[in-house]
Each structure stands twice: as C-alpha cells, then as structure tokens.
C-alpha cells in the first residue's frame, strides 16, 4: 500500500515536472499515467500491491472530486440571465455527444469486423 | 466553559479536521443513499454530496475557500487516483490495441460534438458571446478546460460551472441513455462517458467495472488532448470567415 502510493505519488511528481519544464497544455498526473503505463508495459505486468491500491484510489474517485466540485457554489449567480442558455448547453450538449462518441465507436468497431 | 468554547473555535478555524470530517461524513451519507437506491445514478454520490455540503457551508456562512483549505487532503488525492487510470488502462490493453482505429474515429466525433453542441444550442438561446466562449471545452477536465477557456478569451468563472453541470449531467444520465441507444459494450459505453463527461463521468464508469473504468479514462484523457487543439483551431476558423 505505501510503496503503491509512493510509485504512484513519483510518477504523478515526474508528470507534473514534465509538464512544466515543456510548457505542457495537459494536466500533470495525466502525463503521470502516460509514464507509469509505459513503466507497465516494460514490466510486463502490474505488481499486487500495486493493483490493489489503485483499485481503492479509483473505486472512491467520487469522493476525491467532491472537494472541488464543491466550488459550484460560487457561481450561482453567474447562473443570473442567463440559466436557460448555460442549463441546456451543460445538458442537452452532453447528452448530444455521449449519444454521437457512442454511435460512431459502435458503427466503427462493427465495420471492423465485417471488412 | 466560554474560554473553552473559544479555544475549541480557534481550533476548529485553523485545523483542517472539521472540513475533512464534514467531506467524508456527507460523502458516506450520499453513497449510503446511493446504494440504498440500487446504484440508480439520479442519486449521484457527487451530487449528494455537495448538496449536503453546501446546505451546511451556506447555514454556517462559511466561506468556500475555508472549507477547501481544509478538504484539501481529499482533493489531493485526484493526482495518484488519475496516475492508477494507468492499471486499468494496461489490463486491458488487448481490447484497446484491437480497436485503436474507431477509437480515433469516435474520439474525433466526439470531441467536434462536445465543443459544437454546446455553442450552438448557448447561440440558438441568446447566449452572450462570453458565454458561448466559456462553453467550449465544457467535456474537458477541469485544468484543462481552465487552460483552454484562459487562452480564447472566456469567463473561468462560467466555465468551471460549465465542466461541473457537464460531468454531474452526463453522470447521472448516462445509464439510461447507454441503455436507449441498446449500447451494451462497456468499453464503448465507456469510452462515451469519458469523452462526454470528464472525470465526474469516469468517477461514475468506474463504479460500472473496471473495462467500462479504463475506456472511459481513455476517453478522459484523449478529449482533454483534443480539445486543447481543436478550440483555437475552431476559433481561428470562425474569426477567418
């Protein structure tokens, strides 16, 4: 478990000085996840404690979100005149691209199949 | 007695243990609920959560920024959860390899939809061009889509609403629309989720099993990439015309 967490906590460490010394556009711990799949594959399989820990961290990455989601709070009143256009562009957009991303992978996946 | 009273308010004030305590007491009543109701996704554990959080940071008037200095070992805790996406991701790496192709393809589809949709359903319902310009990388995760809405001019503020409203929507309808458009194949439900709905959607695809998880960060992370190209892109376009 600690040795899991100090893999994971270094790689997030090397994405994140990665990401600032080439002026990077990506979040750090995503160029993190970039270094520690490639570090995977080399190994050719994932250690236990490993697997375990990072099975705990993503079962309660709901919770870890809760703290900065929280921050909706502070622009309700940006909601103002405005609520229709944002409300619908949040939700009906969405569900636009969830349906479209979703259709398209099926269509390709199946054409694939049946060259 | 009242000294006391005052000595455990200056306590309180500068330790982060109250915020903490209220974050993961509010977190296990939301999913107790969530649970409770057969994992139905319209009681979001996120959105539980916050709810209950909020109702008590407004009652006490304390200030957001108080109650995330003290959550803040929570939050942090996203960096290593995001870097583990990388165990998922390698199990499955077979399926992945076998379907890089349409990934690519619905990764581009996807991508163009999230930033188009949402532009022009805020334009079709008078929305400000600030606005519109803060919509844009509404599917991104949150530094990202800070990034993007910095760089073309948009409102942080609007956006971080935006990203928000998205993932907790796109969280809490995706079981049901999967389900509509008889979408059975985690992965590509997966995938659709991470592209749509950032890390709040992945949190949710997670709870689903870990082919459903690892698509879906995929998706998260390919999207974020995307949109940091395609946004300027788009804008230089539509400023050419």
């Not at chain 1, 619908?88 to 691209?97: H, N, P, R, S, Y």
């Not at chain 2, 959550?71 to 960096?79: D, K, S, Y």
């Not at chain 2, 530094?143 to 907790?168: H, Q, W, Y």
């Not at chain 2, 879906?216 to 400023?239: C, D, E, K, Y």
Request: one cysteine or more.
């Amino acid at each position: 478990m600690v040795l899991a967490l100090a893999a994971l906590v270094t790689f997030q460490l090397a994405g994140e000085a990665t990401v600032r010394l080439f002026a990077l556009p990506v979040p750090g711990p995503v160029v993190g996840l970039v270094f520690l799949y490639g570090a995977l594959i080399a190994r050719g399989s994932v250690p236990d404690d490993l697997r375990a820990t990072s099975n705990v961290l993503l079962q309660h990455l709901m919770l870890f979100l809760v703290p900065a989601t929280t921050g909706l709070m502070l622009h309700f009143r940006r909601l103002g005149d405005e609520w229709l256009p944002i409300v619908l562009a949040a939700v009906g957009g969405t569900a636009v691209t969830m349906t479209l991303t979703a259709v398209t992978l099926r269509l390709l996946i199946g054409k694939q199949r049946t060259p | 007695m009242i000294s006391g009273c005052r000595e455990l308010c200056a306590f309180l004030q500068t330790s982060p243990l109250l915020w903490l305590a209220v974050t993961l007491l509010a977190y296990q009543i939301a999913y107790a609920i969530y649970l409770r109701s057969g994992r139905n996704p319209l009681v979001n554990p996120v959105l539980g959560s916050i709810s209950i959080i909020i109702t008590v940071l407004l009652a006490t008037r304390t200030p957001y920024r108080t109650y995330f200095d003290g959550a803040g070992l929570v939050h942090f805790l996203i960096g290593p959860a995001t870097v583990a996406m990388a165990v998922p991701l390698y199990t499955h790496t077979a399926r992945l390899k076998k379907v890089l192709l349409p990934l690519a393809g619905s990764l581009f589809v996807g991508s163009g939809t999230a930033v188009v949709s949402a532009v022009a359903i805020g334009w079709l319902f008078g929305a400000s061009t600030d606005t519109l310009l803060s919509l844009t990388p509404k599917s991104t995760t949150m530094p990202i889509a800070m990034g993007i809405t910095e760089k073309i001019g948009g409102s942080p503020s609007l956006t971080s609403l935006m990203v928000t409203m998205t993932g907790i929507s796109g969280a809490i309808m995706a079981r049901g629309l999967l389900k509509l458009l008889r979408i059975d194949d985690l992965a590509i439900g997966g995938f659709a989720v991470g592209v749509s709905a950032h890390a709040i959607g992945t949190a949710y695809a997670l709870q689903l099993g870990e082919v459903a998880g690892a698509f879906s960060a995929l998706g998260m992370g390919l999207n974020g990439v995307a949109t940091t190209i395609l946004v300027p892109l788009l804008m230089r376009f539509v400023a050419n015309r």
